[in-house]
């Protein structure tokens, strides 16, 4: 088997013909575990004087799909490039523009004395586009503000899964490969020295799970893997007791804990994401003006600034297109003299308040929706798989406003229920692929870098795209179907 090789300090785009999504496990995990400050010693920001911050993240993806020539790979944006006149294909160049337009808009912020903040989450399938179409534009503009140390204050990176896939409906073994994928990319396009900084997560849909067990390994995964904090929506976690967050207590970070069916338990830090989805509130820089009414507040002892968090997506609809390029500037030029009202990455935050003698242990604490029910039926102290089991099937069979599915932008939204025809492939090609190669690994984990194993990682990853669910039967479920089969004739070879 041909295996791939890499320099000593960053890894190459593409191994074995194929995006490199493996094979380097134990040398990120060397890169990103430590405890080093990211922002601190360049943050300009005087924390005495701040009475409140807001965050804002842009969330970008567009999923691979077999529809290039003879079927191949290709981006979802080279699609619609491609075939301009189909649906609203015809905003593809803008989408490209989105995707590349900070790196014009930071640079001439602080080239005119401004202090500007944006974290930025770009899905594994949408960085690898940009190589596939050669996008050199949209590739140097993110390699300025990534790599370039003069804008490295300004801009934080917050990892993701690879390729876009929700966690609640992702098989548990795969969550920290979808993990390491993204990391290895990310390393692969911006270097080493980029993913060390790389701090904070940005979970797909924001759907965060609420079954026990595998909420438990995800943050464990997230912490495997040195993230040190993860974004989560509001309405997605409620207090210890079952009731939903203190009003206020959305402004500050929050100690996000879990409990699995065998009553070990693990947290990370939680920063909530405010309101809806609606991409009006980052477009029309809403979480600046909510921050306006915001004031100090006590964590412990300590008193802090409330930060107001929130994402949206970078691209899509009329108000991120046309609004957010009249309104996201003027702010930065308003704020150059206002030490009251700041902008802030989330790391950053974090760093700060800590910096001042804040204890995360004193952050008010959060669990995933639904779960207190769960610890009624269970002694937490007494917790067995069995247990826990039966008391999930006993409240679902008699509360009608539990369920497991996990919480995303909406209440209303299931990544499950009518996908059965995607969900039921998808959990059969990740069993294929463990069966295969989990024995094989454990005994030599060269074996990731093999083809064989990068491949048929892809198409397992692939197939967990949320699309081939968000976006409706039909032409999308077909993908999906394609993605299915050729994995499977991969593993079966």
């Not at 204050?153 to 929700?166: C, K, N, R």
């Not at 939903?244 to 920063?271: C, F, M, W």
């Not at 539990?402 to 229920?417: E, I, N, P, Q, R």
Request: overall charge negative; glycine content about 8%.
């Amino acid at each position: 088997m041909a295996i791939a090789t890499a320099s000593k300090n960053n890894l190459e785009v593409t191994t074995n013909g194929l995006p490199n999504i493996c094979g380097w496990e134990s040398e990120i995990a060397s890169i990103v575990n430590h405890e080093r400050s990211i922002f601190l010693s360049d943050s300009k920001i005087n924390l005495d004087r701040v009475t409140a911050g807001f965050a804002c993240a842009l969330h970008m993806h567009q999923p691979t799909i077999p529809a290039g020539a003879n079927g191949g790979l290709i981006g979802n944006l080279q699609n619609m490039l491609d075939n301009p006149h189909d649906g609203d294909n015809h905003n593809g160049e803008t989408f490209a523009w989105c995707y590349k337009r900070m790196g014009d808009w930071i640079p001439e912020l602080v080239a005119n004395g401004c202090n500007p903040r944006i974290m930025l989450d770009y899905s594994g399938n949408l960085l690898w586009s940009f190589q596939q179409m050669g996008r050199k534009d949209i590739l140097d503009n993110l390699k300025k503000i990534t790599c370039e140390a003069q804008y490295q204050p300004y801009v934080e990176w917050l990892g993701t899964m690879w390729s876009h896939a929700v966690v609640p409906s992702t098989p548990i073994p795969d969550i920290k490969l979808q993990i390491q994928a993204w990391q290895h990319y990310f390393a692969a396009m911006f270097g080493y020295d980029a993913l060390q900084r790389v701090k904070g997560f940005s979970p797909p849909e924001m759907h965060l799970p609420n079954n026990p067990d595998t909420l438990y390994e995800y943050i464990k995964a997230l912490k495997e893997c040195g993230y040190r904090w993860l974004l989560v929506q509001e309405h997605s976690v409620e207090r210890l007791d079952g009731s939903g967050l203190h009003h206020d207590d959305k402004y500050l970070p929050n100690r996000l804990v879990t409990r699995n069916s065998q009553g070990e338990t693990i947290s990370i830090t939680a920063l909530i994401k405010t309101q809806g989805s609606d991409t009006k509130l980052v477009a029309q820089m809403q979480p600046y003006h909510e921050a306006k009414g915001r004031g100090k507040q006590q964590i412990g002892d300590i008193s802090v600034p409330s930060c107001v968090s929130q994402i949206a997506d970078g691209e899509n609809g009329g108000v991120m297109m046309n609004e957010y390029a009249r309104d996201f500037q003027p702010v930065w030029y308003e704020l150059k003299d206002n030490q009251n009202i700041v902008g802030l990455n989330g790391t950053e935050y974090l760093e700060l308040i800590e910096a001042g003698g804040v204890n995360p242990e004193d952050y008010p604490t959060c669990q995933a929706i639904g779960q207190h029910k769960i610890w009624q039926q269970v002694d937490p102290d007494n917790a067995t798989p069995e247990k826990v089991t039966q008391a999930i099937a006993h409240l679902q069979a008699t509360d009608h406003q539990f369920h497991m599915d996990g919480a995303s932008w909406t209440d209303d939204l299931s990544w499950v229920k009518g996908y059965e025809n995607v969900l039921e492939p998808m959990n059969q090609l990740s069993a294929m692929f463990h069966q295969k190669y989990d024995a094989l690994v454990d005994r030599e984990p060269a074996i990731t870098k093999t083809k064989e194993y990068q491949e048929a990682l892809l198409y397992v990853m692939l197939v967990e795209t949320s699309c081939f669910r968000y976006w409706g039967q039909g032409t999308w479920t077909d993908y999906a179907r394609e993605l299915f089969r050729r994995g499977e004739a991969l593993l079966t070879a």
